[in-house]
């Protein structure tokens, strides 16, 4: 069994043992953590609650009690007030999308950056740090000041509410500031990263129609010049509906790329200032109107175009960032994403409540893995955010924050795009000597937020995610859609969130959105990842379940696996594939290898690696084969491409089975081609 919480396998198996304890609050984190005093507020409202698990049993079971609280506690403000808090909510299988009435605070008119722009900053509002250009901080007046201008100049060339204002620019203010001016108008922003191909940038923003692109002519990642303005014109080229484009000359500042608009003329002159933004001058706009469309990852088919609207993603990530993750004015929040990810759009949130989100674009391995630490370290970070990917790689490596940078202001690690396993926890403990949580949240770009994570008011176990979010009934479903306790199970969300999506782009009748979620079991969100949740709240999530091994009736998560080969000091990275036999025998177990740099895969590492599966695993996990690869293939956030490398293993050309330019490294897609099982 794997040590310190690997997850439960309960109706496929026994029993985990839980993580060892990291973590435990502070006397003094009911008093002064931003949940603690809300605690406390609701107690003065007839609500009291003896801790964070009553507060999530009440923010499950009424809905209506518990967001209207958030919306109050943040202070929204709507220009129209809301007639209920949700709208035909006694429907059996409520959920927003689903049906027409099934709506959240009907009524309400309100615009997002509003919100965004009414924090007074003490010090800078956004820090952007870049591999391309030098640092830049924007005070809050500043900020305000670009946003309005910025507002003026996209009203100039046509945008208006329901206009679709698409972007090809890297994680810089200039982005903030067209993503905050673009929903003041009631327009609809949406992002691609500049590391993404032509074809994956047409393929999302093809279904969107945009009337106008804000592009880059080309980045820097370490020490490499990347050039993007052949990209640029391709997508130009291939988005016919496009009435300008502005582009932003980022690698050389002094270019223009012909018949396209610069970044300073949409601006136009700093000593003509525009209107500010305010509740008086920007749209107000129906909760539920879209306010960003984000996509699935694409790695097989059309990514899915995600529509979020303004009102929730407010009240989510207002209740995300400050109630679950404790940010608030004075802090420096700092996230490693670039556009093409939510995470981006949760970074920018920080603004709602008076958080100063710290950009970052470039390569997080150069010169060195200590780079981001030193980064942090530099600008003063309380709130470090990264992958598991890249706190495995630094403990790999050797790498010793404490040592690279002075982190004294560092309060929390935040953790997410694949499962943080125990060592990853014990190595953060380690080097910062149990000072420091980590947050280890997962959710996803359909509901733009975490649904589990983290709270200043629970403990962190190794291998663990300490609880479920405020308001999200996750709950681990058998195959009988009975919730289990204490035993893996099909991650669902039994009750609806505010920021579940308002429907695909295109999606007319909901049909491509109902069947995306909710065929699994009818009413609930069925998510598609493994989850053990117990009694305590805490819970593992242990990969996809339509990558799920089963071996032998003994089923188990693929990051279970990943934990034990990835442990080994001569593995940097791995990929299990399970393929199943028709015929009902075991099927074959291929596990991929990519070795550190200077190892060989040799016969004595694969009998080493088998014994250890064997032991720490399962006798009936040992791969069938192991072959060493050059590379594991991973979206630009980070997951790694179960299914589509399984889609390879079956026969599936490589160019179908996942689209390259959605991936941070296409060209290792090819290494598994000859492992196919013949047709």
Known sequence: MVRGGAAGRGMFGSMPDRGELLWEPPAEAAEHSRVGRYLRWLADRGHAFEGYHDLWAWSVDDLAGFWGSVWEWSDIRAATPYETVLGDEHRTGFMPGAHPAHRWFPGATLNYADHALRTRFDGPALIAHSQTRPPIELTGKELADQVARCRRGLAALGVGRGDRVAAYLPNVPEAVVAMLATASLGAIWSSCAPEFGTRSVLDRLRQIEPAVLLAVDGYRYGAKEVDRTGEVAAIRAGLPTLRATVTLPYLHPDGRLEGTTTWAELLGDPDDPAPPVTPELSEQVPFDHPLYVLYSSGTTGLPKPIVHGHGGILLEHHKALALQNDLGPGDRFFWFSTTGWMMWNFLVSGLLVGATP?????????????????????????????????????????????????????????????????????????????????????????????????????????????????????????????????????????????????????????????????????????????????????????????????????????????????????IADSLVIHLEDPEGGPGRLLLFVQPVEGVEVDDELRARLARTLRTELSPRHVPDELHAVPGIPRTLSGKKLEVPVKRILTGTPPDEAASRGSLANPETLDAFAPFATPS
């Open 358 to 570: 710290v950009l970052f674009d470039g390569d997080p391995g150069a010169p060195d893995l200590g780079a981001l630490w030193r980064l942090a370290g530099e600008v003063g970070v309380t709130y470090f955010g990264t992958s598991a990917p890249f706190l495995l790689a630094c403990r790999k490596a050797g790498v010793h924050p404490a040592a690279e940078a002075d982190l004294s202001a560092l309060r929390t690690i935040g953790s997410t795009g694949a499962p943080l396993p125990a060592e990853g926890f014990r190595w953060v403990h380690d080097e910062l000597e149990g000072r420091v949580p980590v947050a280890s949240i997962s959710g996803g770009t359909d509901v733009c937020t975490a649904f589990v994570g983290w709270s200043p008011l629970v403990p962190v176990r190794a291998g663990e995610i300490p609880c479920r979010y405020l308001g999200a009934k996750v709950e681990a479903f058998d195959e009988l859609g009975n919730p289990v306790v204490g035993e893996q199970g099909e991650l669902v969300i039994s009750a609806p969130l505010p920021s579940m999506p308002v429907g695909f782009w295109g999606d007319v009748d909901g049909a491509r959105y109902r069947a995306a979620y909710f065929e699994g079991f009818p009413g609930v969100w069925t998510h598609g990842d493994w989850i053990t949740v117990y009694e305590d709240g805490a819970c593992v999530i242990t990969g996809r379940s339509d990558a799920t091994l089963n071996r032998g009736g003994v089923r188990m998560g693929t990051a279970e696996l990943y934990s034990v080969v990835e442990a080994q000091p001569e």
